[in-house]
């Protein structure tokens, strides 16, 4: 036999009914496979056996990759989301515990309580003047007159220096999350 006809023998055209026959599919669905460019014909109607069985091996193949690939998104996917939940309940453990413990507070209680602290000790302070001048007038004593000076600042500046961790306690911060 010769090489032209070993070439010949891989060239078997078939119409769209033999071609479907052979891969179980109609010939309806082998046309739809020639639309979406998957299959070539050779000539109207007519199809290479062999190279449209090869390349329609290879479409299947890759659908199945695909489905596969789609699988595995989709577990990575779902155990992603997992670990993220599991490492969101474990921070806000970690925090509520922070708090328990008086290391951590929460903003909208430091923010209340230091602008209530600020508040005071800026009262104290601008109520200084009127305060001052009634223990100050007719003394003529400079140190006398600082030490009243010094202690009435001292006396504001106290409000900011009244910290305490107690203040900061929240319940709700130390309350057990029911939905855990």
């Known amino acids: 036999m010769s090489s032209s006809d070993n070439k010949k023998m891989d060239v078997t055209i078939v119409n769209s009914i033999v071609l479907g026959n052979c891969w179980g ?3 309806r669905r082998v046309r739809q496979l020639r639309e979406e460019g998957i299959i070539s014909e050779v000539s109207r109607g007519k199809y290479n056996l062999i190279e449209c069985t090869r390349r329609y091996c290879e479409y299947l193949r890759e659908q199945v990759n695909a489905k596969n690939n789609e699988g595995k998104e989709i577990k990575l996917n779902y155990d992603t989301e997992h ?4 490492k ?11 708090v328990m413990k008086g290391e951590l507070h929460l903003g ?10 600020i508040t ?17 007038i007719g003394r003529k004593d ?4 600082e030490n009243i000076l010094q202690k009435m600042i001292e006396e504001a500046l106290n409000e900011l220096a009244d910290y305490s ?16």
């Open 25 to 27: 599919i109609t010939d």
């Open 108 to 117: 909208s209680d430091v923010e209340k309580i230091m602008t209530d602290m």
């Open 165 to 180: 961790p107690k203040l900061f306690e929240h319940e709700e911060a130390l309350k057990d999350d029911p939905d855990e």
């Open 88 to 98: 969101a309940k474990r921070e806000k453990a970690e925090l509520q515990l922070k």
């Open 120 to 136: 005071k000790a800026k009262m104290k302070l601008l109520s200084l003047p009127a305060k001052a001048a009634d223990l100050v």
């Open 142 to 145: 400079i140190s006398t007159i």
């Open 83 to 86: 670990a993220l939940l599991e």
